[in-house]
């Protein structure tokens, strides 16, 4: 049977990017594996496929019964199929916390690192046979680490990610900061998503103190672009929370450029949100937060309701 690999809903780059790159160690090292996507993927992570060469993968709506597979960049079962508990899961390789609620029929490899990049990941696991990863693989490998620390901006970032990442772009004759700037510019391109869209793009679900949270974070290098559809956003909010069957989406736009996220305020509940988790004074329907940039490490462990 082809093991399949993919990675959470709503993929992002790393969760495009590594499913590519574990199908292509898996083959190296002679079993049958095939990429799969949980979801459309940003137009970042579309970029990245297109600028290395790889056709994207297929979407899959579920896993049968006993399909065998490898997990990818989430532990989370809210970003997995719905039949994944019934599935023939082989292993799971992350870089988030523990999240809980999956059940396997046998006993797995597990390889959870606090590392910013899966792909990172991957690389230490492969052992010598990175050495011989061909072109396009390296490229997606420094694509997702760009991608998951904001080309080194992000928080999140180590010093293992960071060498790794220097390491290929110089392996690859490719300067980061011209290359991070035509992947942001990608992921930048919203114009073709509806508020809906936007609102799910990179979003993960959570649950803090019993409410149910969408997580909704945009990275871009043009905010403005972002914050001009405000309004159509904050509208469209509680239709998409209706939908999802959760008490509230929370909005972050992230500014890659300054450094900091604009939380979106669209009731009194979120303004409650922001100012006990974030220690911010809200006036308005928005409020900046210096600094933020992380969902992983500076958002989702500072939620308070």
Wanted: glycine share 4%; proline share 5%.
């Amino acid at each position: 049977m082809t093991t399949l690999v993919f990675g959470h809903k709503s993929p992002d780059t790393d969760s495009t990017g590594s499913p590519l790159i574990w199908e292509w160690f898996l083959s190296h090292t002679g079993m049958d594996a095939k990429a799969a996507l949980l979801g459309t993927p940003n137009t970042e992570a579309a970029f990245v496929a297109k600028r290395w060469k790889f056709d994207l993968p297929d979407i899959i709506e579920d896993v049968e019964d006993d399909q065998s597979c490898v997990i990818v960049d989430t532990n989370n079962p809210a970003e997995l199929p719905a039949n994944i508990n019934n599935a023939d899961v082989l292993a799971i390789i992350d870089h988030h916390k523990l999240a809980g609620g999956l059940e396997t029929k046998n006993p797995i490899n597990i390889t959870i690192r606090p590392l910013a990049c899966t792909a990172t990941i991957m690389h230490q696991m492969m052992g010598e046979h990175a050495d011989h990863m061909p072109e396009g693989i390296k490229g997606l490998m420094l694509s997702c680490i760009l991608s998951d620390t904001l080309a080194f901006r992000s928080p999140t970032t180590t010093a293992m990610d960071k060498d790794l990442g220097e390491a290929l772009a110089k392996d690859l004759g490719i300067k980061i900061a011209d290359y991070a700037d035509e992947m942001f510019a990608a992921k930048s391109d919203i114009s073709a998503f509806s508020d809906a869209e936007l609102l799910r793009m990179d979003s993960k679900e959570y649950s803090v103190e019993g409410k149910k949270f969408r997580v909704s974070v945009l990275e871009t290098t043009s905010p403005k672009v972002v914050l001009d559809r405000k309004s159509s956003l904050m509208d469209t909010m509680p239709i998409v929370a209706n939908e999802d069957g959760v008490d509230q989406v929370l909005l972050f736009v992230v500014d890659i450029i300054k450094e900091e996220a604009t939380m979106l305020i669209p009731n009194d509940f979120t303004k409650t949100v922001a100012e006990k988790s974030f220690d911010a004074k809200v006036e308005g329907d928005s409020v900046v937060l210096p600094g933020v940039m992380s969902r992983k490490k500076q958002i989702i462990p500072a939620l308070k309701v």
